[in-house]
């Protein structure tokens, strides 16, 4: 591998790290108030919720940066979208089968699902189109 490809392969996982960091920061922003409103007991749905997005955007993101990677210049903008439409049909069918099957409380786990979902679709927006520019530069 060329130190070109050892780069981008470097900001590739770098970029795959940007939803765990977006998790812990919203779990150090919403654990104290979601427990103040609903106590501790129903914390598995907040601890939930941000599992499945977190995981559904880590894996959504890394396979769209893959393929990204190795695509024409002309197909990596249908690749970024096609990353957010499976992340919305994998999200929305396993929410609410937890939340209907009331896996967890399925008030606090659709609302934390609605709100790391909205924050993820921006940090994963974010990190596909750093991807696509250096990509860009790289094919210059």
């Known amino acids: 591998m060329t130190t070109q490809g050892q780069n981008l392969d470097v900001v590739m996982r770098r970029l795959c790290l940007w939803p765990l960091w977006t998790t812990l920061a919203m779990i150090a ?22 599992a499945l997005v977190w995981l ?3 894996v959504t993101l890394r396979s769209g940066l893959k393929r990204m990677a190795t695509a024409p210049q002309t197909e990596r903008l249908k690749i970024g979208m096609a ?4 992340r919305m049909f994998a999200t929305i069918p396993i929410a609410a089968v937890i939340g209907f099957r009331k896996l967890v409380d399925p008030q606090v786990f659709l609302i934390w699902v609605a709100i790391s979902y909205v924050v993820m679709i921006k940090v994963e927006t974010i990190a596909l189109l750093r991807w696509d520019k250096l990509l860009e530069k790289q094919d210059t």
């Open 29 to 50: 922003i919403g654990i104290w108030p979601t427990a103040k409103l609903v106590g501790n007991e129903k914390l598995d749905a907040f601890w939930a919720a941000l």
């Open 56 to 58: 559904i955007v880590s």
């Open 83 to 86: 990353v957010g439409v499976v």
